[in-house]
């Protein structure tokens, strides 16, 4: 596609139950970050894939936090049983590069994925 | 532990305006200074800063780095009403990770 995108684009969870965020890069882009915005707040980071390995996790503020990227394209956010503190915008970006905040090439975000927990 | 400040946190102008949106960082690793324009909810780039001093523009906007002061200032001139939205700085510590500020919430009113 044209730009990174990601599903859903709004989830209610009821509290406890496991959500799954999608995330589709742009094409041939290596880099691949998540980030959780808070309202109010900047995007803080929570994990990095360089391909399909995952370079830096340590943004994930739980161990109910899981993120994949097995073939180096696609990838999914899991949080598992879900509290209200996980209420939040999901936000994707890819970058064409490796090291992508020194490479000069833009860093393309997706529209996020709007998590509210009841 | 790497932050960054931004402030004001909103600013409300009138088209026209000329405005100067201040970001301060403290970091152990200072690689490159980064700003996005946020609307709704996708930010969208605008400049990467790596060297003190030389000036960064694109159209109304600009963008400079202080490396002495460790603080960069984004300006935008003859503001329009679609300059509207939060925008945020960021850090790039390392390849993966990005330390942002909270953003300021720019109004322009017609």
């Known amino acids: 596609g044209a730009g990174v995108s990601q599903s859903p684009r709004y989830k209610v969870a009821k509290r406890g139950q496991d959500v799954a965020l999608r995330c589709d890069p742009i094409s041939g882009h290596v880099s691949l970050f998540w980030y959780q915005q808070a309202l109010g707040q900047g995007p803080e980071f929570l994990t990095y894939?360089?391909?399909?390995?995952?370079?830096?996790k340590s943004g994930l503020p739980s161990d109910r936090f899981f993120a994949e990227r097995p073939e180096g394209s696609v990838s999914t956010l899991k949080i598992q049983r879900t509290q209200q503190e996980d209420s939040a915008v999901y936000l994707c970006a890819s970058s064409l590069d490796r090291d992508a905040v020194l490479s000069g090439n833009t860093i393309y975000f997706g529209e996020g994925s709007w998590l509210t927990v009841v | 532990e790497d932050k960054v400040v931004q402030s004001p946190l909103s600013l409300v102008v009138h088209e026209g305006d000329t405005v100067t949106l201040n970001c301060s960082y403290e970091?152990?690793?200072?690689?490159?200074l980064l700003w996005y324009k946020q609307e709704k909810k996708a930010p969208t780039f605008l400049f990467m800063l790596?060297?003190?001093?030389i000036e960064k523009k694109s159209g109304r906007l600009s963008s400079i780095l202080d490396k002495k002061e460790l603080s960069s200032i984004l300006n935008i001139t003859a503001t329009q009403t679609g300059d509207s939205a939060i925008y945020l700085c960021?850090?790039?510590?390392?390849?993966?990770?990005?330390?942002f500020g909270d953003g300021t919430t720019l109004t322009v009113k017609p």
């Open positions: 970091v152990t690793n200072f690689r490159s």
């Open positions: 894939f360089q391909n399909e390995a995952q370079l830096d």
């Open positions: 960021a850090e790039g510590t390392n390849a993966g990770k990005s330390t």
């Open positions: 790596t060297s003190s001093g």
